[in-house]
């Protein structure tokens, strides 16, 4: 499958045989993740919902209880940019002897503004969650889906992941470091009955997102979350990796008849009006 195709109807009672009894769901209270969260849910799988936002999670834990036939929601406060043996620790207390037939490795942090003026501290905690835990997490998790012949694992890159981008530089690098270790995966973990899909949405309107942008700009233009996360279930073992939304695949293959540099040009003049969100610690 290309990434300027449509993507296939989802079949819920296969997709939950297939990935089913439970989600792991990491940055999964606020924005795309808490979409996965709701979707998955009423997919019918349980869930285990990850994030450092105590409120929110909290918050989604009582939504998807309240609603009717709800799902069993389990949730914990994480700090996914901590060291690897204290993140192996905590996702391992937080699953128990649940079995997860679903990753969906969905948290991420970007600080925002020109890189060598960027607290080096602040790129390095970028890396560690968009990188490295999802290292920790698809190492993980990965390994007891492929002893038991089933599971599937998606991967959150962005179309900030097709070339390097300004005031974002580090945050396009990892997600090309997610992009380029979903579709490795996808090809070793086949044959195992475990299907990878890297997802790579454009402008959607998360919490993050809305944060980083200036004054007078137009938000209804961006994706909702809701359908990132849509087109990442439908994608789940179709695919290696493709754009969230049909504007975002049609954007993509024009970049691979472009000009490395005026890919470059064309995404850095979008990102370079991004400003730094009030909070960025």
Request: charged share 20%; proline share 6%.
């Amino acid at each position: 499958m290309t990434d300027d195709s449509d993507l296939p109807p989802l079949d819920p009672t296969s997709f939950a045989r297939s990935y089913g009894p439970c989600a792991l769901v990491a940055g999964g209270a606020n924005g795309i993740g808490a979409a996965y969260s709701r979707q998955l849910a009423d997919l019918g799988l349980d869930l285990v919902v990850l994030d450092r936002d105590a409120a929110a999670l909290e918050s989604l834990r009582r939504e998807l209880l309240a609603r009717p036939g709800a799902a069993e929601v389990t949730t914990a406060v994480v700090d996914l940019a901590q060291p690897a043996s204290g993140l192996l620790a905590a996702v391992r207390a937080a699953v128990g002897e649940r079995e997860i037939g679903l990753l969906v490795a969905n948290a991420a942090w970007s600080p925002v503004g020109p890189f060598l003026d960027t607290d080096l501290d602040a790129l390095l905690a970028a890396i560690d969650v968009n990188c490295r835990a999802t290292v920790v997490l698809t190492h993980e998790l990965g390994r007891a889906m492929a002893n038991r012949g089933r599971g599937g694992i998606i991967v959150m890159s962005s179309i900030a992941a097709e070339t390097g981008t300004a005031q974002v530089a580090l945050y396009s690098a990892t997600k090309a470091f997610d992009l380029v270790l979903a579709e490795g995966l996808w090809y070793e973990l086949r044959d195992k009955g475990v299907d990878v899909v890297a997802i790579r949405p454009g402008s959607t309107r998360t919490p993050g997102w809305e944060s980083t942008q200036p004054p007078g700009s137009d938000l209804d233009a961006a994706m909702a979350p809701a359908d990132v996360a849509a087109d990442a279930i439908r994608a789940l073992g179709v695919t290696p990796s493709t754009a969230a939304g049909r504007s975002n695949r049609a954007a993509v293959s024009m970049f691979r008849g472009m000009e490395r540099r005026d890919v470059i040009e064309l995404m850095s003049g979008i990102t370079a009006s991004l400003v730094p969100p009030p909070d960025v610690s």
